[in-house]
């Protein structure tokens, strides 16, 4: 079946641009996260969303992100007013079929993000 | 909070050899440790994981190890081949169903 999908692969976006980034999980999932990953780096958490709930926003590094899932399925991800350390590559990945428990997370291709 | 330190950043073996990347994490609440296999351009793929009440899970050419009272767990890959190649994460969480703490990953590079 369809993997976890994320638009667009590239975004390239001059400082103070708003920018949105759009995950389509895997059919069914209930759980989806974001990360953000630096060049040469591990990813990092950002939010994490149980169907249109946002149980835990932690991650996200400034208020200017903002997360949203409005009918449990596509997420997008904002990011306003940009900043040349926003660059980076924005991985989506869901998880959890409803009714099962212990499934691992199953990662998108990402959004390479470069801010000039 | 969770801590996930993980090396060789860079690991070069012949084809055909084992490769061992290894991971230690600071928090003793984490139960899960997954291992991601990330190509150029691409996601993080999954490539076997591991909870804390099992020692060791093998999956063909993978295997993974985790000691718990030491904080650390291991990948190994036997009979490297080139589509091996790629950059190794291990990562560890309280649960799969929550956030993922990643070390830095490896660089596996398999000499033909």
């Known amino acids: 079946g369809a993997g976890v999908s994320q638009s667009p692969r590239y975004k390239v976006a001059k400082r103070g641009q708003d920018v949105a980034l759009r995950c389509d999980p895997i059919s069914g999932h209930v759980s989806l996260f974001w990360y953000q990953q630096a060049l040469g780096q591990g990813p990092e958490f950002l939010t994490y969303?149980?169907?249109?709930?946002?149980?835990?926003k932690s991650g996200l590094p400034s208020d200017r992100f903002f997360a949203e899932r409005p009918e449990g399925s596509v997420s997008t991800l904002k990011i306003q007013r940009t900043q040349q350390e926003d660059s980076a590559v924005y991985l989506c990945?869901?998880?959890?079929?409803?009714?099962?428990?212990?499934?691992?997370?199953?990662f998108g291709d990402g959004t390479r993000l470069s801010i000039l | 909070g969770e801590n996930v330190e993980q090396h060789p950043s860079t690991l070069s073996v012949q084809e055909g050899d084992s490769a061992v990347i290894k991971c230690t994490y600071s928090?003793?609440?984490?139960?899960?440790f997954p291992w991601y296999k990330q190509e150029l351009g691409k996601g993080p793929q999954l490539i076997i994981d591991i909870r804390s009440n099992v020692g060791e899970k093998k999956d063909q050419r993978i295997a993974v190890t985790l000691n718990k009272t030491a904080k650390h767990f291991s990948l190994h890959i036997t009979e490297t081949q080139p589509e091996d190649s790629a950059v190794y994460f291990c990562a560890a969480s309280p649960d799969s169903n929550y956030q993922l703490i990643w070390g830095a990953g490896t660089k596996l590079i398999i000499k033909p």
């Open positions: 990945a869901s998880s959890q079929p409803a009714g099962r428990s212990n499934q691992p997370q199953h």
């Open positions: 928090d003793s609440a984490s139960n899960y």
């Open positions: 969303f149980q169907n249109e709930a946002q149980l835990d």
